[in-house]
């Protein structure tokens, strides 16, 4: 079973940008989409974004749309640059691999570790 290592994140004021991380230790995970979640404190886990396995096809949340930018360089790595950063954008994300993940009941295969992002006000 393969791993999602994930890099990126940190403290940054509001306004500010930020470049996630994502890379796939599994070449079966280069067969499905790679996407990002978010979870704030007392929060469910929210979907962000996705691509597809060639990045030709990318999906959003209403509240990013805009201001982050998915991307995929390879079939195994996915990277989410996230502009114009507010402090509700503040939780820990997540790497996913899997299919339907912009769906309300997607099919994760596997969870990055997770990484705290931080925008103070």
């Known amino acids: 079973q393969g791993q999602l290592v994930e890099s990126g994140g940190g403290l940054v004021q509001a306004g500010g940008s930020l470049r996630l991380s994502c890379a796939a230790s599994?070449?079966?995970?280069?067969?499905?989409?790679m996407g990002w979640f978010r979870q704030a404190p007392g929060r469910e886990r929210e979907f962000v974004a996705r691509?597809?396995?060639?990045?030709?096809?990318t999906e959003y949340a209403d509240d990013v749309k805009g201001r982050f930018t998915i991307s995929r360089d390879n079939t195994s790595t996915v990277y989410l640059l996230m502009n114009s950063l507010k402090p509700e954008d503040t939780a820990v994300y997540y790497c996913?691999?899997?299919?339907?993940?912009?769906?309300?009941?997607?099919?994760?295969?596997?969870w990055g570790q997770g990484t705290q992002v931080t925008v103070s006000s």
């Open positions: 691509s597809n396995r060639f990045g030709s096809v």
């Open positions: 996913a691999v899997g299919t339907r993940l912009a769906y309300a009941s997607p099919s994760v295969l596997g």
């Open positions: 599994s070449r079966t995970f280069s067969s499905y989409s």
